[in-house]
């Protein structure tokens, strides 16, 4: 049953003159033998009628008697049903009755279908190239499911579907194909030229049947899926009406035009399927470059369509074999990446302890110039001067000064290091982008994470470093003032000297007799008397 039938039974008897249905149109002319019950028709058409959308088609049932009746789904049905009683009134009961019913559907949605076996016809009476282009321009402007008006099991393919919208009139929701369908489109115009690639918009997914009860539109998908996998992997191609002109560079090179009959003779699958893997993940240029030199020595008489049984499993050997052929230069080039990685850590371990030497050498030179000071202070004869003089104490400012000096220098070097191993990250992952794809190159080399791990390590150590170096400048400092400014009194000042002098002689391996006072005595002298 389907809703042209349901018209066809509220007006009597009709029989069918002729039909035809496309994208565009379905139109169908009746003659009707037996005047229509009017009663029916004002109760069911309306009904009928209101389940056209204006929205997706525009109605005109004609019928042709004395004074033509035209019933639009636009305008008020109640008024033309009217007109039409008026207009079967005129016959007599017992007079022949004999009028034409036009039944014009204008499909402003190019998926609505009212005759699905009249919808197949009309896709096998036409050539491929138009069938193609029907179908680009549907898919495009309305989507991937074909509401068909009759009772039909669901047919579909894997990005189209022909489900019944008889006779609830509910429209599908679509299946969204539209985004993958423009990612393939975009890759093919990217590795081959096809002539008509503006106006045929459609993939060979969209005809590789999943369940199609109706045989010979499972044939012509499979006819329009094997032309569509020809036209993706070929460098040129071009359609003019059921013939296709290729080129395909291979080892060897394939050209030719192939008719529907010849195309249809291609083993089922074999083209489809390696236009899938080519176009799979992965980097397309070596993966088309690979099927184009397969495919060019697995066929017969030079023809691609007579492709041999198993090529697209020769294919995916292939390049099982290629890839075994690069591993070994990819792990090179990550054992390389992994070395620099390596170098790049000892370099900032280098940077640290530099500095790190840097303090010593600072520190080795206070303590080599406080040594020779109480060196030179305890075999000095003159034992009474000034333990710290000016002369020290000014030197002893100096070297302060100049400690502090090269510890700026010395945070400075470090700072212009460390950003020149930083930088070499993003040196070293540029220098390799061409070689590696992009996810697997972050996942060797993490630039910021690296960076981050680096240059943290070398801040660390930096931060500590000067901190000791100021900890001890400023504690070398506070000695020295204080022995400058605290030293004691002359008479004490002696045994202070002795004492430090004695603990510095001891330091350095001397023995030396302890400092012993010597005391004035004089002896009394008796006053004798006269």
């Not at 004395?66 to 017992?94: A, F, M, T």
């Not at 679509?174 to 393939?184: A, F, Q, Y």
Request: charged share 25%.
């Amino acid at each position: 049953m389907s809703i042209i039938n349901e018209i066809l039974k509220l007006v009597g008897g009709a029989e069918i003159v002729s039909k035809e249905e496309n994208f565009d149109i379905f139109k169908l002319i009746a003659t009707i033998s037996v005047k229509p019950n009017i009663d029916n028709v004002k109760e069911m058409l309306p009904e009928v009628m209101v389940k056209f959308d204006p929205a997706y088609v525009d109605v005109r049932l004609v019928f042709e008697i004395s004074q033509p009746v035209v019933i639009h789904n636009e305008e008020n049905i109640s008024r033309k049903i009217s007109e039409l009683e008026n207009g079967l009134e005129l016959y007599e009961e017992d007079e022949p009755f004999e009028c034409n019913l036009e039944i014009q559907i204008n499909k402003k949605r190019k998926t609505e279908i009212y005759d699905f076996d009249l919808f197949v016809k009309h896709l096998e009476d036409s050539n491929i190239c138009t069938v193609l282009h029907d179908f680009s321009e549907a898919l495009r402007d309305s989507g991937n499911i074909f509401n068909v008006w009759e009772d039909l099991s669901p047919q579909y393919t894997e990005n189209i579907s022909f489900v019944s919208k008889y006779p609830s009139g509910k429209t599908h929701a679509l299946c969204e194909k539209e985004g993958v369908r423009r990612g393939l489109l975009e890759k093919r115009n990217k590795c081959s030229h096809f002539s008509h690639g503006v106006a045929i918009e459609v993939i060979p997914e969209d005809f590789h049947v999943v369940q199609v009860t109706k045989t010979n539109l499972a044939s012509l998908f499979c006819i329009l899926e094997k032309y569509l996998s020809i036209i993706f992997l070929s460098d040129f191609s071009q359609i003019q009406g059921d013939e296709l002109t290729y080129r395909l560079k291979g080892y060897k090179l394939l050209s030719g035009i192939a008719s529907k009959k010849d195309i249809s003779f291609i083993s089922n699958d074999e083209l489809y399927d390696i236009y899938k893997w080519t176009y799979n993940e992965g980097n397309l240029v070596d993966k088309i470059g690979l099927s184009r030199n397969i495919i060019s020595i697995h066929v017969e008489d030079d023809s691609i369509c007579k492709i041999q049984t198993g090529a697209s499993d020769s294919v995916q050997s292939s390049y099982d074999v290629y890839l075994k052929e690069n591993v070994k230069q990819y792990i090179e080039i990550k054992n390389k990446i992994s070395e620099f990685l390596q170098s790049q850590s000892d370099k900032a371990s280098e940077m640290t302890k530099n500095m790190f030497a840097s303090l010593k050498t600072s520190l080795w030179t206070f303590v080599t110039f406080f040594i020779s000071v109480f060196l030179i202070r305890a075999f000095s004869q003159n034992q009474d001067a000034e333990f710290f003089s000016d002369n020290i104490f000014y030197t002893s400012l100096t070297l302060i000064l100049i400690s502090f000096i090269y510890m700026s220098v010395s945070i400075l070097e470090i700072n212009s290091d460390r950003n020149r191993l930083l930088q070499k990250y993003n040196d070293i992952k540029n220098r390799y982008v061409d070689l590696l794809n992009k996810s697997d190159l972050d996942k060797i080399i993490d630039t910021e994470k690296e960076r981050m791990k680096e240059g943290g390590y070398i801040d660390g150590k930096k931060k500590l470093y000067t901190i000791a170096w100021v900890c001890i400048n400023i504690a070398l400092l506070i000695l020295i003032l204080l022995l400058k400014f605290a030293e004691p009194g002359k008479n004490e000042s002696g045994h202070i000297r002795s004492y430090v002098t004695d603990k510095a002689i001891a330091q350095v391996g001397i023995n030396r007799a302890p400092t012993l006072k010597v005391l004035d005595l004089k002896p009394e002298v008796p006053v004798l008397g006269n």
